[in-house]
């Protein structure tokens, strides 16, 4: 299994990014998969998640309201949309995969994890 992030950049303060997650295998369709960050000097911490069917999905009380997590299982690909990004939102963001799905925010039940995508908001 391997995952695959991209979509990380450059944005100022307002902007946004969308995140994409490409996921090799045929049972991604199956998997909750999960979106963590971890900025520089700071631990990793969950962000969002999105059940198998794409049909639940639960936010970091630090991003609701500004990402959005999505899916196509066709294309074995999750989406992480961040509006009104601000300097705080600077971080290697990681996609993961919890074929259990617990539909949980701990990292550790996660058990395939992308290389990580950065995202530099400038003030």
């Known amino acids: 299994v391997q995952l695959q992030a991209s979509g990380g950049g450059l944005v100022q303060a307002g902007g946004s990014l969308n995140l994409l997650c490409a996921a090799s295998?045929?049972?991604?369709?199956?998997?909750?998969m999960g979106w963590f960050r971890q900025a520089p000097g700071k631990e990793r911490e969950f962000v969002a998640v999105?059940?198998?069917?794409?049909?639940?999905?639960y936010y970091a009380g630090s991003v609701k309201g500004r990402c959005t997590i999505s899916r196509d299982n066709a294309k074995n690909t999750v989406y992480l949309q961040m509006n009104s990004l601000k300097p705080e939102d600077t971080a290697v963001y990681y996609c993961?995969?919890?074929?259990?799905?617990?539909?949980?925010?701990?990292?550790?039940?996660?058990?395939?994890w992308g290389q990580g995508t950065l995202v530099t908001v400038s003030s």
């Open positions: 993961a995969a919890d074929p259990r799905r617990r539909l949980t925010s701990y990292e550790n039940t996660y058990e395939y």
């Open positions: 999105i059940s198998w069917s794409g049909t639940r999905t």
């Open positions: 295998g045929r049972f991604f369709s199956r998997w909750d």
